[in-house]
């Protein structure tokens, strides 16, 4: 089970675990602190990840090659690779009131489908609000364990994903592709 804790945006100053390692979309990364994972990076370069984690955590102290943070991450990489059809972390998720409504709301997007941001701003009880909503998408540090990657366009069309349209796309063909294989009768 999935434990959850949140905290104001800006909160740092702790020692956090990394651990990075490569998956079948490219790099990813992953810090972890006392309360629980705390960030989840994907790209090309474990160099350029470790300098948006540094970005993002500016008052932590990053250890390289934490155990419990390797552990983390192979659960993160089974997911990603689509070996394992869920991925069960305790969360440490930093951000606003309002980011946090956002990305809890994410969360709850079942697996293989999609929304759009209109559609999530009124799940939150803000239909004005659909900038703020792909704002808050954007600023997700937690790839795919907050499932921004669901999140899509008013016409269906894929827009930005702060790790990549491709792997955005990637993640939502896996996902929809599982969940077609699990539906589909003995």
Same mark, same amino acid.
């Given at each position: 089970?999935?434990?959850?804790?949140?905290?104001?945006?800006?909160?740092?100053?702790?020692?956090?675990?990394? /651990?990075?390692? =490569?998956? $079948?979309?490219? #790099?990813?990364?992953?810090? &972890?602190?006392?309360? !629980?994972?705390? *960030?989840? +990076?994907?790209?090309?370069?474990?160099?350029?990840?470790?300098?948006?984690?540094?970005?993002?955590?500016?008052?932590?102290?990053?250890?390289?090659?934490?155990?419990?943070?390797?552990?983390?991450?192979?659960?993160?990489?089974?997911?990603?690779?689509?070996?394992?059809?869920?991925?069960?972390?305790?969360?440490?998720?930093?951000?606003?009131?309002?980011?946090?409504?956002?990305?809890?709301?994410?969360? /709850?997007?079942? =697996?293989? $489908?999609?929304? #759009?941001?209109?559609?999530? &701003?009124?799940?939150? !009880?803000?239909? *004005?609000? +659909?900038?703020?909503?792909?704002?808050?998408?954007?600023?997700?540090?937690?790839?795919?364990?907050?499932?921004?990657?669901?999140?899509?366009?008013?016409?269906?069309?894929?827009?930005g994903y702060r790790w990549g349209v491709a792997r955005k796309r990637a993640l939502i063909a896996r996902e929809a592709a599982i969940t077609e294989r699990v539906a589909e009768p003995a």
């Amino acid at each position: 089970m999935t434990t959850v804790s949140f905290q104001k945006a800006g909160t740092g100053g702790e020692r956090l675990g990394m /651990a990075s390692g =490569p998956c $079948t979309l490219g #790099t990813v990364m992953l810090a &972890a602190g006392a309360r !629980g994972v705390v *960030a989840i +990076v994907m790209g090309d370069s474990a160099q350029a990840l470790r300098h948006d984690l540094q970005a993002r955590l500016p008052r932590a102290e990053l250890v390289d090659d934490d155990p419990q943070a390797r552990e983390y991450l192979r659960r993160v990489t089974a997911f990603i690779d689509g070996t394992s059809t869920q991925v069960d972390l305790p969360l440490d998720i930093r951000g606003t009131a309002f980011q946090q409504r956002v990305w809890t709301a994410l969360r /709850a997007i079942a =697996p293989g $489908t999609t929304v #759009t941001y209109a559609e999530l &701003a009124r799940r939150i !009880g803000a239909p *004005a609000a +659909v900038r703020a909503v792909a704002g808050a998408c954007g600023a997700n540090a937690l790839a795919v364990v907050i499932p921004c990657h669901r999140v899509v366009r008013s016409d269906g069309t894929l827009s930005g994903y702060r790790w990549g349209v491709a792997r955005k796309r990637a993640l939502i063909a896996r996902e929809a592709a599982i969940t077609e294989r699990v539906a589909e009768p003995a």
